[in-house]
Nanobody, 124 residues
Framework: QVQLVESGGGLVQAGGSLRLSCAASGRTFSSYAMGWFRQAPGKEREFVATISRSGGVIKYADSVKGRFTISRDNAKNTVYLQMNSLKPEDTAVYYC?????????????????WGPGTQVTVSS
């Protein structure tokens, strides 16, 4: 079992920045690929970014590429999502997820464990 807890969400003006953190407890954090997903009101959950176990493979959704950066610190059992140049359309609940495989997958169905989410609201 892996327990995930996100933090760092909040209200920010368009053009601003936020840094999300996801702290993991339980089994060995470095055994998991980690992903960030988001869900806006009335919309389906969508992929944001993923990072492989060692950090060697990173993927982003086209909508956030160049603005968001995913990283991980295996010594701290934490994955981060640095979000810059935020737009109102980035408003959503952001979830981190853990995948017990070698893949850094874009599909949420690959992920075994999920955090409760943190709200990000970007005002125009």
């Amino acid at each position: 079992q892996v327990q995930l807890v996100e933090s760092g969400g909040g209200l920010v003006q368009a053009g601003g920045s936020l840094r999300l953190s996801c702290a993991a407890s339980g089994r060995t954090f470095s055994s998991y690929a980690m992903g960030w997903f988001r869900q806006a009101p009335g919309k389906e959950r969508e992929f944001v970014a993923t990072i492989s176990r060692s950090g060697g493979v990173i993927k982003y959704a086209d909508s956030v590429k160049g603005r968001f950066t995913i990283s991980r610190d295996n010594a701290k059992n934490t994955v981060y999502l640095q979000m810059n140049s935020l737009k109102p359309e980035d408003t959503a609940v952001y979830y981190c997820a853990a995948d017990n495989s070698v893949l850094a997958a874009r599909s949420g169905s690959n992920y075994d464990y999920w955090g409760p989410g943190t709200q990000v609201t970007v005002s125009s």
